[in-house]
């Protein structure tokens, strides 16, 4: 399916290789090759830099919290031993204890 109108011929991308080439491949083939090799290159990556990132950014990292450590428990006087992180307390009693379950 060839044509031969002037508008295909510009907008054909093998035109413009074969021109280039004729400009700079064919007095300086091995040149032009090591030109093209590294302009693929780092168009190869900046594409999977690309990918990397939209990667990295469809992984939301959660941050997940720290494990809450209980302080020691401490009496004074007789009272019942509080036990907790700060913010939350639990009493330990020995009226707390359920007896184990028989199957």
């Known amino acids: 399916m060839e044509r031969k109108s002037s508008r295909w011929r510009f907008m054909n991308p093998m035109e413009w290789l074969k021109a280039v080439y004729e400009t700079f491949g064919t007095p300086y083939p091995r040149a032009s090759l ?57 009493q330990s009693s020995p009226s707390e204890k359920k007896p184990p379950k028989k199957e």
């Open 34 to 90: 090591v030109v093209v090799a590294f302009l693929g290159a780092v168009c190869f990556g900046a594409v999977w830099l690309f990918a990397a990132k939209q990667v990295e950014k469809g992984r939301q990292v959660s941050i997940i919290a720290p494990a809450q450590v209980s302080g020691t428990a401490s009496a004074t006087n007789g009272s019942i031993a509080n036990t907790g992180n700060g913010n939350n307390l639990s």
